[in-house]
């Protein structure tokens, strides 16, 4: 499945690209260039629509998600509480290589964790460190 998001800022497109391994449950995001909360939101809602996996490892080493606000990031939190119950055995990894990006994963798994998220996010700055938590460095 591939979800495209378009900024609507400046001129740089976001591109948010998912992969479903079944056979071993796992969904892995590739984020790439500048993403707005309105890209995640649309990938929410594709992703909640079709087969959901126990495991998700989101990439965002080659994306920038400087211009989502935390008006957006509550948005993003609201709609993936609304659809939690369906992952409430779940892991998901977020994947950052700068330190901005690290930071503001961090403040999203917060936010998450005030509101109950029903699945464990975890933020990394190494891939390996990543599909180590969730289990995948046998799979």
Do not use: C, H, P
């Not at 079944?22 to 087969?51: C, K």
């Not at 998600?65 to 369906?86: C, L, N, P, T, Y």
Request: no cysteine; proline share 0%; aromatic share 12%.
């Amino acid at each position: 499945m591939v979800y495209n998001g378009l900024s609507t800022k400046g001129d740089k497109m976001g591109r948010i690209t998912t992969t479903r391994e079944i056979d071993i449950d796992l969904t892995t995001v590739v984020a790439e260039g500048q993403l707005e909360a309105e890209d995640f939101l649309g990938w929410l809602r594709e992703y909640y629509s079709g087969t959901v996996t126990e495991l998700v490892l989101w990439d965002f080493t080659d994306a920038d998600i400087s211009q989502i606000s935390d008006d957006g990031f509550e948005e993003i939190v609201k709609a993936s509480k609304d659809r939690d119950k369906a992952r409430a055995w779940g892991k998901t990894a977020f994947v950052f290589d700068d330190e901005d990006g690290y930071k503001k994963g961090k403040d999203y798994v917060s936010l998450s964790e005030s509101r109950d998220m029903e699945f464990e996010i975890q933020v990394f700055k190494d891939m390996s460190a990543a599909r180590s938590w969730l289990g995948l460095e046998q799979k």
